[in-house]
């Protein structure tokens, strides 16, 4: 379900790509990397036209193929919560390209230009990034297609229990730390918007600490879970350790979900450690310092180096914490002789496990040696490195995937050489094969939804029953689908096998290689034929193709 949207969004992500570069690149937005005076920004709105004209062509060409064959089974789904989550990402793109596009229409609808800064931001894109966050905690505690009610709380109880205890400990601890729960906001707007925005945005602290701890809980409660069910079936063969990569290895695009969750929610806590951060600016002489939190910066003095390519000036700083000494920080301004007007800043950073400082050097007199200085200090920013790294990894293994999928293909299209139709066939596979699919693929996750406990019996027997059904409906077609090529095979075999000479009359042994025979020989015994439909079988068939019926077996003789 959902083929039309997620062919959109692929769509749509694309184009905005382009657009983005064709903004900047045309000049219709103010950027360092805009090219006002050159005519490359008419090429991007060209290539644009294409990318729109190829996309709805394409989608209209496939338009039956994409519609759904399936519905919402029910509101308490994981479908319900993707969509509402695509949601909630699509109205944070319209926002920020409408933001992003703001001088552009004030000037046309209003008639003078107005730009936005980082406060509008900040104040507007953090509740629709929470409301994000909370739906991706809340997706994997529902069952695929349905959910029982009278299961559900036993999957929200611990969650929301880590969540809330988390909370009040950070209501309790927090400001002591230097993290408090609420902060001031300054509101950006008069009367009672600004104010309820401000209000707002001082209690987004700990909403974003008590999400966290939802989410985090959440993903070690799904792998507890699927690790306890395979325990339960398994242990007497598998160690924990085993049990626990088997158990990822049979559900990986699962179990790679929730490690991006777990990245993505170590991410927001990185980003609410600048509720709890501060900057500051000053001009100092060699000897003075100033302070930032618990650090003291103190101008030790400037230094000149030179290379081959540019001039650098450094401004080092002695850094204490606390009282004690940290190390030195060394910001830097580099003049390329290729461009002496336009100086690069360098930014020298320390990071601890619980601040991340940077400091930039602005401008510096080489005469007297002052120096201008701006120091920001972000309490939680070096948790976003590990937040990253595993959002890393989850694509390093995507890559992986790929690669070996690729692989595959290239050893089959170097062993069998395909032609170009037939190698297409093997990445688009037909309705029914894609449907057959899509069905096992429900099968599998209601298996693993009634073993973590998500789903009830009754449930589970009826959509079981109605996806088997299913299934048995699209073997049969696929069964028919096949069978003129079947047909098609067994003639060329035969005439293989008579232009070698195997087919003699005479021989049993010639005989016994036909086609007809290898079909009824299968593992060594005669055709089955179902005892409730008659339809026959393959020798080694255990269900029947066509009514799904157990198929009974002859013994064979001795």
Known sequence: MLKTWNVFLICATFFLTIFGTFLTRSGMISSVHSFAESPVGIYFAYFMGVIVAV???????????????????????????????????????????????????????????????????????????????????????????????????????????????????????????????????????????????????????????????????????????????????????????????????????????????????????????????????????????????????????????LDGEKLMLFADLEVQHSGRPAGRLSPARFEYKASPDEPSSEISRRVTAGHDLYVVLGALDRKTGTASFQAHLNPLGAVQGPGLAVLVLAAGALGGTIAALWSSLRAVLGETPLGAEDAFSLGAPSAAQEQKHAVLRALKDLELERSVGKISARDYDELSARYRGDARRLLQALDDEAAPARRTAERLVQGRLAREGLLGEADPESAASTPAALATEGGGGAAARCAGCGAPSDADAVFCKKCGRRLRRRKERP
């Open 55 to 305: 996309c709805a062509g394409l989608g209209a060409y496939r338009w039956r193929e994409l519609r759904s064959e399936a519905a919402l089974e029910s509101v308490l789904s994981r479908e319900t919560t993707f969509v509402a989550n695509n949601w909630g990402l699509v109205s944070l793109t319209a926002f920020v390209a409408v933001a992003t596009l703001w001088p552009r229409l004030s000037q046309w609808l209003l008639g003078r230009q107005a730009a936005l800064g980082p406060a509008f931001y900040n104040a507007w894109v953090p509740p629709l990034g929470l409301f994000v966050l909370l739906l991706m905690g809340t997706a994997p505690l529902l069952g695929w297609r349905k959910s029982s009610r009278a299961l559900l709380w036993r999957s929200f109880r611990w969650p929301v229990a880590v969540a809330l205890a988390s909370g009040a400990v950070h209501l309790a601890v927090g400001a002591r730390l230097g993290l408090g729960p609420f902060v001031a906001v300054e509101p950006i707007y008069p009367g009672a918007l600004g104010a309820g925005l401000a209000w707002v945005g001082g209690k987004l602290p700990l909403v974003t600490v008590t999400l966290v701890a939802y989410n985090l809980t959440v993903v070690i409660q799904e792998i507890w879970r699927g690790l306890r069910a395979r325990r339960r079936t398994h242990g007497a063969q598998e160690s924990r350790l085993s049990s626990l990569g088997r158990l990822i290895g049979k559900a990986r695009r699962r179990y790679g979900g929730y490690l991006v969750h777990a990245g993505v929610a170590v991410m927001f806590l990185g980003f609410a450690g600048r509720a709890w951060g501060a900057q500051r600016e000053a001009s100092l002489q060699p000897g003075q310092s100033m302070t930032i939190g618990a650090y003291e910066l103190k101008y030790a003095g400037s230094r000149t180096e």
